[in-house]
T-cell receptor, first 113, second 118 residues
């Protein structure tokens, strides 16, 4: 069974600085998808970024980018120019095509002014 | 695009009563929807996968007779908590995966429903 590990329960960062959230996963499959979801205090789950495993290029979405290391089974999220609105719980998730999401335990990120 | 709604957003009920939660995909169709339960500051726990026109698939340990799921159309799935008890109090979240016209490999989430059983 696939597992997703987020080793940082909580992190904090100063406004305008850069922070990296870690995620590792375990699978024997070669085709899959990886996601980062954000859950702010409103508790609405918001898709931040997605990565197809067959693509070597790291996905980026504005201030959010990932470092996808397939061999190491690592999928970290970098947030640049952190903003107060980035304060949220961040979940890393793994999915095989047509299958269910497997979530990590989450990382609470606090952006300080 | 890819908006999912849930109704109600918050519900309080008495022990022993049943509560129905609706999950709708507003701008796309979904043959598959998912129901999750989440405790404060914890990850999402998948309860069941809802399939349009067929029976839901429940995760191990989830009572299918207690958590009834109906997926009657390509835009609506419902979760009914039957004979609710205080231990069923939780935050319930649904998600939907588009058939087409969007990212069919991505789940989009509703805003959640907070259930409190007195």
């Amino acid at each position: 069974a696939q597992t997703v590990t987020q080793s940082q329960p909580e992190m904090s960062v100063q406004e305008a600085e850069t922070v990296t959230l870690s995620c590792t996963y375990d699978t024997s499959e070669s085709n899959y998808y990886l996601f980062w979801y954000k859950q702010p205090p409103s508790r609405q789950m918001i898709l931040v970024i997605r990565q197809e495993a067959y693509k070597q290029q790291n996905a980026t979405e504005n201030r959010f980018s990932v470092n996808f290391q397939k061999a190491a089974k690592s999928f970290s999220l970098k947030i640049s120019d952190s903003q107060l609105g980035d304060t949220a719980m961040y979940f890393c998730a793994f999915m095989m095509l047509g299958n269910k999401l497997v979530f990590g335990a989450g990382t609470i990120l606090r952006v300080k002014s | 695009g890819a908006v999912v709604s849930q109704h109600p957003s918050r519900v309080i009920c008495k022990s022993g009563t049943s509560v129905k939660i609706e999950c709708r995909s507003l701008d796309f169709q979904a043959t598959t929807m998912f129901w999750y339960r989440q405790f404060p500051k914890k990850s999402l726990m998948l309860m069941a996968t809802s399939n349009e026109g067929s029976k839901a698939t429940y995760e191990q340990g989830v009572e299918k007779d207690k958590f009834l799921i109906n997926h009657a159309s390509l835009t609506l799935s419902t979760l009914t908590v039957t004979s609710a008890h205080p231990e069923d109090s939780s935050f319930y979240i649904c998600s939907a995966r588009p058939i087409a016209g969007g990212r069919t490999d991505t789940q989009y989430f509703g805003p959640g429903t907070r259930l409190t059983v007195l």
